[in-house]
């Protein structure tokens, strides 16, 4: 039973996007247009250039933003306010998957690629308000993003997390890798990837999390 695995943790670290809501809410879409219309006006470059741009520097370095940066000198605060501007009208709130975050014993944290700001809306839109101790977005990692190592040290150190006695739910499994190297039980949502640093997988996030208690 995964409670065995999971009885000795106290700290709980959750990823935001298609991890605390449905992929098929589509919220990255909007975010994938929104920011091939920024490297368009700002680069100066067709929709088939920018489209590709935008995969390859995610592949990259696991965020669009950090290879716009090095490469191009974008400013990353200007681009993050636009490309989060997005409906979230597709997201509704979910009692249960708050009861099932809010049991868990010890603290609970959201740490994004997105921002704070962006964190703070998804939060409420699915009436998660309250649930979390903090919401750690891109700002507090320094602009480094995930799976890169300093960003776990910088939002981790932040938020006093001790590898051996916490856990973490993503949908990308590279995002997995350092926590697993951390001593953390490390879970991948929504995915089929299998690979040494995913111990576990589901595909029903808050029907896993009412095991654990």
Known sequence: ????????????????????????????GQMDQLIVGYIQRELDVDEPTASEMQRSYFREHGATVAGLVRNHGIGTEPFLREVHDLDLSALRPDPDLREAIRALPGRKIVFTNGTREHARRV?????????FEALYGTEDALYTPKPERQAFDHVFSKARINGANAAMFEDDPHNLRVPHARGMRTVLVDGDHVAPHIEFRTDNLKGFLTQLV
Do not use: C, Q
Request: net charge negative; no cysteine.
């Open 123 to 131: 939060t409420e839109a699915r009436g998660l308000k309250g649930v």
């Open 1 to 28: 039973m995964p409670y065995d695995h999971f009885s000795h943790v106290n700290e709980w670290v959750f990823d935001l996007d298609n991890t605390l809501y449905s992929r098929d809410a589509d919220v990255f």
